[in-house]
Structure formats: structure tokens, C-alpha cells
């Protein structure tokens, strides 16, 4: 009897386990159904300068309605889209003023960051109007920033992103190359700088890339869909300087928002 009766209790125990943690999964599959929101955090790259059509009411932030965040939500119509990306904005922007809409109710996330960080603007200012070693120096400089210090900052920003919202897919998109070596340009940047530019973009993505998938996030790598369609390609996705609005210079065409972005991210999401 005593025999029978502890084989009871300890079958009520598995059974009242199991029970608990299939309405455990139901619970989290219920929250993973309701997440369907999509919020796009980031910074010019995805706010879509370059791209032109910007919101007025986006102001300095100038985000577009050719960007791809707002290109995948016309196409998909998520259950509430927030577009708070940001010409300029660095990973203490995205921290201090993007975050807001973050919630259990969103599914979806994307996010470009680090550029502004590593001093990409400045970076192209000292490279155009210098020499090629003053030019070559200032990339090295933001190399190093890259290595030593940008991960950290992507950790915090992540990190705060999956505080606030547990239930999203994160997409963590990256930075084109910029420029075609060999390609059709007869003037400006010298090879050297060229290429050196590339590199540290190539850098800046795998930093990018390691960070996004120690915190479980997708990157997603917008280089081979920009191939071909860099700077000194002849089929340009990518404004060079642009002397009559120089804050669109170096950023993704429309064509480069709809073509090499868009196609990038849908996959990835």
C-alpha cells in the first residue's frame, strides 16, 4: 500500500509538472503571437537619408518614407510601426531618446549603429579635404575606436533593447563598402584611401556582427547587395559628396534603401 500510494504521488508530480510547463510554452507562444509590433531604431542609414521624401515632422532626424523600415512596413503592415531612427545619432542616442516605443507588444526590431560612433563623417570630411597620410591616419584612429571601445556601447544598446522588449526578433543591419576599387572615378580619393575606407567598413561590420550574435540578434550584411553598386561602380547606390547637401553624401540612394537594404532585412526578418 504505502508502495502504491508513493508511485501515486510521484505520477500526480510528473503529470502536474509536465502540465506547468506546457502552459508555460503556451503562455510564451501566446506572448510570441501577440509581439507583433515592429520598431526601427538607429541612425541615418535607416532613418533614410539620401534617400529623400523625409517626414517634416521627422525634422534633423529626416526619416524617410523610401527608407527600408518604412518600405517593409507598407509591405508587411505589422500591428503598429514606430520609426524613431535618426540622421546622426550615435548608440547614447539610441539609449537616451529611441527606446520609448519598446514593449511585450513588439515582435520586430531593426537597427543600424556604430557609424556615427567611429567618426564615419569626419573620417570622409578629413579624407576629402587632406592629404592621403592625414586622411590614412584619422581612418587608423577610428579603427581603434572600433576594436576598443564601439563593442561595449553596442553591448549596452542591446542589452537595454532586449530588457525592453524580450519577445522581438532583433536585426541588427550593417554598412555597405563604399567604393569600387578600380572602378570608373577619375578624381577625388586617392586608391589607397579607397581602399583603406573599405576596410574599416569591413571592420566595423564584424565587430558589429560578433556583438549582434553574442546577444542572439541576426545581423544582417548589406555588403554583396551593394556590390557592384558602390561609389566608382558606374551604377551607384550610394551618393558621393554632395557640395549642394553634404549631409547626404556618403549615405544609400533610394535605389540603394530599395535594392540593397530592403532585400537584406526581409530575409533577415
Not at 579635404?129 to 592625414?134: F, M
Not at 550584411?221 to 549642394?244: K, Y
Amino acid at each position: 500500500m504505502r508502495r502504491f500510494r508513493l508511485t501515486a504521488y510521484v505520477t500526480s508530480f510528473l503529470f502536474a509538472a509536465a502540465a506547468a510547463l506546457l502552459g508555460a510554452s503556451a503562455a510564451q507562444a501566446a506572448d510570441s503571437a501577440a509581439a507583433t509590433g515592429y520598431v526601427a531604431l538607429g541612425d541615418s542609414y535607416s532613418s533614410g537619408v539620401g534617400s529623400g521624401s523625409y517626414d517634416s515632422g521627422s525634422g534633423d532626424c529626416k526619416r524617410s518614407t523610401k527608407a527600408y523600415p518604412a518600405l517593409w512596413a507598407a509591405a508587411h503592415a505589422p500591428s503598429s510601426f514606430n520609426f524613431t531612427a535618426c540622421s546622426g545619432a550615435k548608440t547614447g542616442d539610441v539609449l537616451s531618446g529611441q527606446l520609448g516605443p519598446l514593449g511585450s507588444g513588439t515582435g520586430l526590431v531593426s537597427i543600424s549603429i556604430g557609424g556615427n560612433d567611429a567618426g564615419f563623417s569626419d573620417v570622409m570630411t578629413t579624407c576629402v579635404l587632406n592629404s592621403e597620410s592625414t586622411c590614412l591616419n584619422r581612418i587608423n584612429t577610428a579603427r581603434a575606436y572600433v576594436t576598443s571601445t564601439l563593442p561595449g556601447n553596442l553591448d549596452k544598446v542591446y542589452s537595454a533593447i532586449t530588457a525592453k522588449a524580450p519577445a522581438a526578433h532583433v536585426v541588427v543591419v550593417g554598412y555597405p563598402r563604399f567604393y569600387k576599387l578600380g572602378g570608373s572615378c577619375l578624381a577625388g580619393l586617392s586608391e589607397n584611401e579607397r581602399s583603406a575606407i573599405n576596410s574599416a567598413a569591413d571592420l566595423l561590420n564584424s565587430t558589429t556582427a560578433k556583438r549582434a550574435a553574442d546577444h542572439g540578434f541576426t545581423f544582417g550584411d548589406v555588403t554583396t547587395r551593394f556590390s557592384g553598386h558602390e561609389i566608382c561602380s558606374g551604377s551607384a547606390w550610394l551618393h558621393s559628396v554632395n557640395w549642394t547637401n553634404i549631409g547626404e553624401s556618403y549615405h544609400p540612394t533610394a535605389a540603394g534603401q530599395s535594392g540593397g537594404y530592403l532585400p537584406v532585412f526581409t530575409s533577415a526578418a
